[in-house]
């Protein structure tokens, strides 16, 4: 039965990836990529980090109820939107897609989707923190979805705390491969984490361990002088790479190799002889995990999309038509 569901759930993501195309919008809006390549460009510019955070977003979006832009969507008096989820309330990025869409509706009026829009700014914050190092065609014709709901984000975003196996039953679960899931784990090059998000790993580990023995202990000292015990979580954040924190490369796969995982989820990979070779192989080929990296990408923004008549085209990102 399990096999039965995981066969017809593929065959429903390669339907769907199938209805998208590069170049949707090149007869109804053909400069809508420059506006949006724009926008990131200027975003960026004046604060990096917004790129990590749009790539995240982009994950966020698609692994709950697919790539329909659900995770753009506010609270309604009724209901308790994804981006008001506890997995969602650091997510960044929301102002530049709504820029984006505000210049895009005022030359296409509803013509394209705010899951397009995502996907194209994830794509070019890819492109720039790599400096240029990865490029990919992000096909298109998504439509906007008008569910969302907190609990859904809860029950399908990977927490940091899982392991390979655990990490793998979730991307499966999307569709995705034991391969693509590392390769996209490597987005955690840049951007930051809250101290909760891995201060189990640095106190009380367990019984036997005041702290994770995976960790190097020089990395763990510094760690807890940027989240002391018993601080602040809430408000201190760390780089996910404290080497190159604002670069999108190969530097998150040497850290692994080195004990220096932030999250358990990321040191795992490195633990685990079934993705180790994987991290040993991407830590010595920027280019091959840069390629690889764009294509998983574009599987990842062809989950369970909504196309055709299915789903609308926002006129607002933040709420349904």
């Known amino acids: 039965m399990v096999f039965l569901l995981m066969a017809l759930m593929m065959n429903m993501i390669g339907s769907s990836s199938s209805s998208l ?15 949006v390549r724009k926008t990131v460009n200027t975003a960026i510019a004046q604060n990096r980090g917004i790129g990590a955070g749009l790539i995240r977003l982009h994950f966020h979006d698609c692994f709950v109820r697919g790539c329909d832009g659900s995770v753009l969507l506010d609270s309604t008096p009724g209901n308790t939107a994804e981006k008001d989820s506890p997995p969602n309330l650091s997510l960044r990025g929301f102002e530049v897609i709504d820029q984006a ?5 005022a030359k296409c009026p509803q013509t394209v989707s705010c899951s397009d829009i995502l996907a194209f700014a994830a794509r070019d914050s890819a492109a720039i923190l790599s400096g240029g190092g990865i490029s990919y065609s992000v096909p298109s014709g998504r439509r906007d979805g008008t569910v ?8 399908n975003l990977p927490p940091p705390t899982l392991d390979v196996q655990q990490l793998q039953s979730s991307f499966s679960s999307k569709g995705l491969s034991l391969d693509e899931m590392v ?3 490597g987005a955690h090059s840049i951007g930051v984490s809250h101290c909760s998000s891995f201060s189990n790993r640095l106190y009380s580990f367990n019984s036997t361990y005041p702290q994770d023995p995976s960790m190097d202990r020089g990395f763990a000292a510094f760690l807890k002088t940027k989240c ?15 080497v190159s924190p604002n670069r999108l490369d190969v530097r998150y796969y040497k850290n692994l190799r080195n004990h220096k995982g932030l999250f358990t989820s990321d040191q795992s990979l490195w633990s685990d002889p079934s993705t180790a070779y994987m991290v040993k192989d991407y830590a010595n080929n920027r280019a091959g995990w840069a390629a690889k990296f764009g294509a998983a990408m574009v599987r990842m923004g062809s989950i369970q999309v909504l196309t055709g008549n299915h789903g609308e ?3 607002n990102c933040m709420m349904v038509n």
């Open 101 to 105: 869409k505000a210049m895009i509706e």
């Open 313 to 315: 085209i926002r006129m």
């Open 183 to 185: 390769t996209l784990s």
């Open 148 to 155: 969302s709901n907190q609990n859904e984000a809860l029950l």
């Open 21 to 35: 195309n590069v170049g949707f919008y090149g007869s109804t809006c053909p400069s809508v990529e420059a506006i």
């Open 228 to 242: 002391p015990y018993g601080g602040n979580d809430a408000e201190t954040t760390v780089p996910l790479d404290v």
